[in-house]
């Protein structure tokens, strides 16, 4: 079992920055491949990046390709996601998911494990 808590969201103007952090618990956090997914408004949920179990291979959506870093501290049990250049778009909540699988939350963009969200509301 893993739970997963986001922390970090909040009000940004267009064109600044923001890190969202998701915490982890268990011990064996660098087992899964963790990601961030986020859902605006009245649409669905849709992939935003994930990370492998090590930290080594990052993978994107191409909206946030280039604006947005994903990293993690196996040390700490926790996954971050840097945006930077934020656009009034990228505002939704923003969910941390953990798989064992990369594959599964890549192409599936599905995950064992959610957090409960974070707000990103990017002003314009």
């Known amino acids: 079992q893993v739970t997963l808590v986001e922390s970090g969201g909040g009000l940004v103007q267009a064109g600044g920055s923001q890190r969202l952090s998701c915490a982890a618990s268990?011990?064996?956090?660098?087992?899964?491949?963790m990601g961030w997914f986020r859902q605006a408004p009245g649409k669905e949920r849709e992939f935003a990046a994930a990370?492998?179990?090590?930290?080594?291979?990052?993978y994107y959506a191409d909206s946030v390709k280039g604006r947005f870093t994903i990293s993690r501290d196996n040390a700490k049990n926790t996954v971050y996601l840097q945006m930077n250049s934020l656009k009034p778009e990228d505002t939704g909540v923003y969910y941390c998911?953990?798989?064992?699988?990369?594959?599964?939350?890549?192409?599936?963009?599905?995950?064992?494990?959610w957090g409960q969200g974070t707000q990103i509301t990017v002003s314009s």
């Open positions: 268990g011990r064996t956090f660098s087992a899964y491949a």
């Open positions: 990370v492998t179990g090590s930290g080594g291979g990052t």
């Open positions: 998911a953990a798989d064992r699988s990369l594959v599964m939350i890549t192409a599936r963009k599905k995950a064992d494990y």
